[in-house]
C-alpha cells in the first residue's frame, strides 16, 4: 500500500533522483537530454521546497515512487513536476498525487503544463477534469500545452 504525505527536506535528493529516472521517457519523446527536469539542481529543488509544497508517494519500503510540486501565486496554484516512478505507472498514482496536491490548496484555480507530446499526460489531466487554455511553442521541436481547472 502506498502512502502521500509532505516531503522532508531530507527527501529531496531521493525526490530529484527520482525526477531523472521518471523524466527519461519525457526526453525520449525528443530525442534528447536537454530538458528542463534532467538539469534541475538539488538547490533549485530545496528552493521549489521553500517556496510550495512537495509531495512525496512512498510504497511499503518507504521508498519514494512518486512525487508533485505545486506553488500558489496571485490566487492560482501552479502544478509542477508530478512523476512516478517508470516500474509503478499505469496504476492510479498520477491521479491521486493531483488529488492530494489539490486538496493541499481547496477551492483554487490550478494551472499546469506539458508537451503536446505527451499523450498520456495530456489524457491524464483531462480526465481529471482540466482543460487546454494556451498553447506556447517553446522551439522547432517543442511546443507546451497550458491546462487549467476551475
Keep these: 500500500m502506498c502512502g502521500i504525505k509532505k516531503a522532508e527536506l531530507s527527501d529531496l535528493k531521493e525526490i530529484l533522483q527520482l525526477q531523472y529516472l521518471a523524466y527519461q521517457s519525457e526526453a525520449d519523446l525528443f530525442g534528447s537530454r536537454d530538458i528542463p527536469p534532467l538539469k534541475q539542481t538539488l538547490d533549485e529543488v530545496v528552493e521549489e521546497f521553500n517556496s510550495g509544497v512537495i509531495l512525496k508517494m512512498v510504497n511499503d519500503k518507504n521508498a519514494i515512487i512518486g512525487s508533485v510540486r505545486a506553488k500558489e501565486s496571485g490566487g492560482t496554484v501552479y502544478i ?30 490550478y494551472e499546469l503544463f506539458t508537451s503536446t507530446r505527451s499523450l498520456d499526460n495530456i489524457y491524464l489531466y483531462q480526465k481529471l477534469g482540466y482543460t487546454i487554455f494556451a498553447r506556447k511553442a517553446v522551439n522547432d521541436e517543442l511546443e507546451f500545452v497550458y491546462m487549467e481547472k476551475k
Design 80 to 109: 509542477g513536476k508530478l512523476m512516478v516512478h517508470p516500474d509503478h505507472r499505469h496504476k492510479g498514482y498520477g491521479t491521486m498525487l493531483i488529488s492530494e496536491i489539490e486538496k493541499c490548496y481547496p477551492d483554487k484555480c
